[in-house]
C-alpha cells in the first residue's frame, strides 16, 4: 500500500530561486543483539546512533534574501545535531510474528535552538495467522518530523512539527490453488502544530479489497482496489478558493513480483488514482 501521509494539493510555487548546501556526517551506530536470542530467531535490539547535519540555507530562502531582515540572523546557515536510541524486538510465537520498532530522537540546532524538538516514533505489527489459510497483519505507525520550510516561507521563523499517524489491519485468505482473496482497513491521520493551507491537516480512511495469484515457484501478480474518504481538520469549503473540506479518491492497484534467480527479485506496481472533491466536483 502506498504512502498515505501526503495528499496532494496545489501548492504556491516563488519566483526567485534559492541554494541551500547540506553536509551531513554520521556521528556513530552501535547494536546490541543477543547471541543466544538470535540462536532461537528472538531478537531483541538496542540501537544507538545520532549525525551532524551542516545547511547553509535552512530556511530556503531566496538568495537575495537579508536574512537579519527576515531571520534577525546575520546568516542562514545552521548545524543540527541529533542523537537516537531505540529499541527493536522481533519475537515470533507459534504461528503469530510480534515486531516492535521504538526510537526516541533528539534534534538540536546551533543558532535557531527555537526549532529545537524530540520525537517519540514506533512502529508495531502483529503478524497474525488464525488458520494455515486466513493470515493477515495488525500494524501501527508514527512519525513526527519538521515541516520542510519550503513549504511555509512566510513562517520560517516558527517552529512546525508535523505529527503521521497510521494504523492498519490486512487480511489475505488463501481461497484454493494459488488464489488469494485481499482485504484491508487503514487510517491516517496528519496534524501540525501549525496549520497549513497549502498541506491542511487530515484524517482519511482507507478500504481496499483484491485478488493474489501466487504460483509454486513464489511469483505472484495481484489487483487491490482502494476507496479512500478524507476529511481536511483546518479548512472548510470556499467557492471563491476552491479549498474544500474533504475528498473522496478510488485507486485501482497492480502489483507483481518476479523471482528472477537465487536471491533476487523483481517488484513492481502500477496504479490509476481519481479524485473527487465533494463540493466543487472537481478531480483527477
Known amino acids: 500500500m502506498r504512502s498515505l501521509n501526503s495528499p496532494r494539493h496545489l501548492r504556491t510555487r516563488g519566483r526567485h530561486s534559492s541554494m541551500s548546501l547540506v553536509f551531513c556526517v554520521v556521528l556513530f551506530l552501535s547494536t546490541v543483539e543477543g547471541r543466544a536470542a538470535e540462536e532461537r530467531q528472538d531478537v531483541l535490539d538496542v540501537v544507538t546512533g545520532g549525525g551532524i547535519v551542516y545547511d547553509s540555507n535552512l530556511f530556503k530562502l531566496p538568495s537575495s534574501a537579508n536574512p537579519q531582515a527576515t531571520l534577525g540572523r546575520s546568516t542562514k546557515s545552521d548545524t543540527l545535531t541529533t542523537a537516537y536510541v531505540g529499541?527493536?524486538?522481533?519475537?515470533?510465537?507459534?504461528?503469530?510474528?510480534?515486531?516492535l520498532d521504538v526510537t526516541e530522537t533528539i534534534y538540536r540546532y546551533h543558532t535557531f535552538s527555537h526549532l529545537d524538538f524530540e520525537a517519540f516514533d514506533y512502529r508495531?505489527?502483529?503478524?497474525?495467522?488464525?488458520?494455515?489459510?486466513?493470515?493477515?497483519?495488525l500494524s501501527a505507525e508514527r512519525t513526527k518530523t519538521l515541516v520542510p520550510f519550503e513549504d511555509y516561507r512566510l513562517l520560517s521563523q516558527q517552529r512546525n512539527v508535523r505529527d503521521n499517524q497510521n494504523q492498519t489491519l490486512?487480511?489475505?485468505?488463501?481461497?484454493?490453488?494459488?488464489?488469494?482473496?485481499?482485504?484491508?482497513?487503514?487510517?491516517?491521520?496528519?496534524k501540525s502544530e501549525s496549520p497549513l493551507l497549502a498541506e491542511a491537516d487530515f484524517s482519511l480512511v482507507d478500504r481496499q479489497a483484491g485478488v493474489r495469484y501466487e504460483s509454486a515457484?513464489?511469483?505472484?501478480?495481484?489487483?487491490?482496489?482502494h476507496f479512500r474518504r478524507g476529511d481536511y481538520a483546518n479548512k472548510?469549503?470556499?467557492?471563491?478558493?476552491?479549498?474544500d473540506s474533504g475528498f473522496n479518491e478510488n485507486e485501482s492497484e497492480f502489483r507483481w513480483k518476479w523471482r528472477i534467480a537465487g536471491h533476487s527479485t523483481f517488484d513492481g506496481r502500477a496504479g490509476w488514482v481519481s479524485r473527487n472533491h465533494e463540493n466543487f466536483g472537481f478531480g483527477g
Open 87 to 99: 529499541l527493536r524486538v522481533n519475537k515470533p510465537y507459534a504461528q503469530q510474528l510480534f515486531q
Open 124 to 137: 508495531g505489527a502483529w503478524l497474525w495467522h488464525l488458520t494455515p489459510r486466513l493470515s493477515g497483519t
Open 170 to 190: 490486512l487480511v489475505d485468505w488463501w481461497a484454493f490453488g494459488g488464489w488469494h482473496l485481499l482485504g484491508g482497513l487503514a487510517n491516517v491521520e496528519q
Open 217 to 225: 515457484a513464489g511469483n505472484s501478480v495481484a489487483f487491490v482496489q
Open 236 to 243: 472548510t469549503a470556499d467557492p471563491v478558493t476552491f479549498n
